[in-house]
């Protein structure tokens, strides 16, 4: 039955039937029977919270499988899988990564043939890694930790893993969940989650659920599971960027409508040289930067410009068609609108028809969201003079 559930993820039915059929032999299987590497440098007891480290590696959860490997750590100093997790969890850059560093400190006498393997990977270049990491599955075929290196995100390979190693196929299905949502196949992606979650009950797989939901639009959904990842840790969470970014996704139609009023506001605070009110929607981290309607160059908005005496007044000033856009990730807000009205020069009593169209640039900031560039050229009409 296994055979048969990894044949084509395309036959929607089958796939439906038989994804539960191998699951239901998943839990008849002890679930402790597979370990990632049974033969290790570590004490028994070391060794089984080190297996569980690699399982959080597996499933991306990287901050919790570096705290599992100090864990293995305290129970036994010499647990040199435990350091391998730790050097596995850090970067390889070459400027300011600290894998080799770390790797530095393994004591490879103390490694097994597996670890062995690891510590080598883990040492390779970008590069040359896929040709040492297959080498390392023809010398260790039977290894979990080898296949799993070089599955990646294969679909194939992680089908074959699954189909292999399901106690250790949490972060299988996670990828498996992926395939089934490109395809629109919503309902299969959500139960191969379920399988990952049962397999291993971590922030990953609701993560990967918040963004299987915003594939198929329930931004409801993805704020829900996005919020259980969260809570695992909240403080310095890898998982809150995208709780914001739900949020906002689902409160955009509010948020839309209180940017117009700013920018409404900020107008009228503008014409009217109110510079308290003015300051309500700028950073002070981050200077104002805008272009005149008269297409002088570029300035900043200091409040000393913001409060100069001109030589006009303002009759009217309307902004309307205001539409609004946001980036991916809801942190920046790009306003375009168009602006009518009229002033009159202050010595000569001359009126003039002021027609403009604009763009201003806001960011979310932690006291708000807050105008950074503003930006005016004459349409259809004259902009401001110089």
Known sequence: MLNVFFISLKKII??????????????????????????????????????????????????MAIGMAKAALVVDKDCECAKLVIAAAASNNADWGSRDDKLK???????????????????????????????????HPNSPLINWINARQDMDLNKAFAEKYPSLASGAYNTIAYAFAREGDFDSAYKALDYSLRLHEGPNALDSRAEIAVMEGDYQKAFNNQLKAFDYAPFASPYQPKLVTYSRNLNKEKLIKNLKEAQTNVQDAIENQDLEEWKKYISEDMMVTSGDSSLSEFYLQTEEQFLEKRN?????????????????DMNTAVLRFYANGAYTFNETNEKVEYSTRASAVWISTGSGWKMVHANWAPFGGSGIPE
């Open 105 to 139: 400190e393994i004591n490879l006498k103390k490694l097994s043939e597996v670890e062995k393997a690891w510590y080598s990977l883990l040492s390779t270049p970008n590069d040359k890694f896929n040709e040492s990491a297959g080498k390392a599955l023809y010398n």
């Open 14 to 63: 089958m796939k439906k039937t038989i994804l539960t059929s191998i699951m239901t032999f998943i839990f008849l299987l002890n679930v402790n029977a597979q370990q990632w590497i049974e033969n290790n440098s570590c004490n028994k007891k070391a060794s089984e919270i080190v297996n569980e480290a690699i399982t959080s590696l597996s499933n991306l959860e990287h901050l």
């Open 312 to 328: 006009f007044t303002w009759d009217s000033f309307d902004l309307r068609d205001i539409e609004v856009d946001f980036s991916p």
